[in-house]
């Protein structure tokens, strides 16, 4: 079945520096990748979705790559702030099409001052 | 910005009992899902529906659940009868279109307590 690996330590950084998260598949060849933010408490929030035939995509300071030959995709946050602070899901589409979204367990990302 | 809203944002319910979870999906959405999140673990899916009946259900989503739009505007998730380990974070969702190329978006969740 399908395996989406995400850190599962916390990732610390300091304040404008870029901090970048990995989420590597295995089994699987997902033609839609989705990254959400999700804070303490709350749902998962859409943050970019890539698909398979585009290796980068951009908004303001996010950015998301999809190698699908090393089956990982890398997410940035340039200039990155406290408030940045949070976890990151990444989230496939289902083998066999449909509508379900498969979630990796996130990144905790800390920003500090 | 619309947003998906669920009650009750905490619900703490005796084994065995049933429990009903809302939902009201953003109002131009078609879709909608229900995912649980266990306490520490991954964000999890349990169903998807459209034009008033299930398109897909996980393992989880056994003959105690079910789902229902009884109107317009709400979705409810049902357990008949809790077991001390659906204690999670029940979350709702919806999406314009089907296809996992669409985003979804998240209610805030209702954390359901089984004693």
């Known amino acids: 079945s399908q395996k989406i690996e995400q850190n599962s330590e916390a990732l610390n950084i300091q304040e404008g520096k870029t901090a970048t998260l990995t989420c590597n598949y295995t089994?699987?060849?997902?033609?839609?990748l989705q990254w959400y933010r999700q804070d303490p408490g709350r749902g998962p929030v859409f943050l970019l979705l890539?698909?398979?035939?585009?290796k980068e995509k951009r908004k303001e300071r996010l950015k998301v790559t999809f190698d699908t030959t090393l089956k990982q995709s890398l997410f940035h946050i340039t200039a990155s702030q406290p408030a940045d602070s949070a976890t990151y899901l990444c989230?496939?589409?289902?083998?066999?099409?449909?509508?379900?979204?498969?979630f990796g367990t996130g990144t905790q990302l800390k920003v500090e001052l | 910005e619309p947003e998906v809203t669920q009650t009750p944002s905490h619900q703490v319910t005796q084994m065995g009992q049933e429990v009903i979870l809302r939902c009201v999906p953003i109002s131009n959405h078609l879709y909608f899902y229900w995912y649980r999140q266990i306490l520490g673990q991954k964000v999890e899916f349990l169903v998807s529906?459209?034009?008033?009946?299930?398109?897909?259900k996980s393992e989880i989503f056994d003959d105690q659940f079910s789902v229902e739009r009884p109107d317009g505007s709400n979705f409810t998730l049902k357990i008949r009868s809790t077991k001390l380990e659906d204690s999670a974070m029940y979350f709702c969702a919806s999406s314009v279109r089907e296809h996992s190329n669409q985003p979804q978006h998240f209610g805030d969740g209702t954390r359901l307590s089984i004693l």
């Open positions: 989230a496939l589409d289902a083998a066999g099409g449909g509508n379900k979204l498969t």
């Open positions: 529906f459209y034009n008033n009946e299930i398109s897909e």
């Open positions: 890539i698909r398979e035939n585009e």
């Open positions: 089994n699987y060849s997902p033609a839609y």
